[in-house]
């Protein structure tokens, strides 16, 4: 039974930093390509950040290039976002999703529960 939990969601001040995990178990974690996507009130689903534990690809939107990291421990099946210089827009609920194969992937099938980010001006 695939498994993601989510943590590490908060509070932070604009310029500031904020790091979240995923947990995951049920799975080949090594076969896997972790997603996390965010969705603030009103608008669409957004994808941040894949990394692949297959093959190593990676990807991230545009809008959090040069601020935000992914990163993966297969020891301990958790993929991290490192979320840095952290602006009002980030301001969403963050999900990690699950898939077989490498990044970009266009459709998860296996979700966690959210974790609330808010940033202050």
């Known amino acids: 039974d695939v498994q993601l939990q989510a943590s590490g969601g908060g509070w932070a001040q604009a310029g500031g930093s904020l790091r979240l995990s995923c947990a995951t178990s049920?799975?080949?974690?090594?076969?896997?390509?972790i997603g996390w996507f965010r969705q603030a009130p009103g608008k669409e689903r957004e994808q941040v950040a894949c990394?692949?534990?297959?093959?190593?690809?990676?990807n991230r939107a545009a809008s959090v290039k040069g601020r935000f990291t992914i990163s993966s421990d297969i020891v301990k099946n958790t993929v991290t976002l490192q979320m840095n210089s952290l602006k009002p827009e980030d301001t969403a609920v963050y999900y990690c999703?699950?898939?077989?194969?490498?990044?970009?992937?266009?459709?998860?099938?296996?979700w966690g529960q959210g974790t609330q980010v808010t940033v202050s001006s």
């Open positions: 999703a699950a898939e077989w194969g490498s990044c970009p992937i266009l459709r998860f099938d296996s």
């Open positions: 049920g799975f080949t974690f090594d076969d896997y390509a």
């Open positions: 990394i692949s534990n297959r093959d190593g690809s990676t």
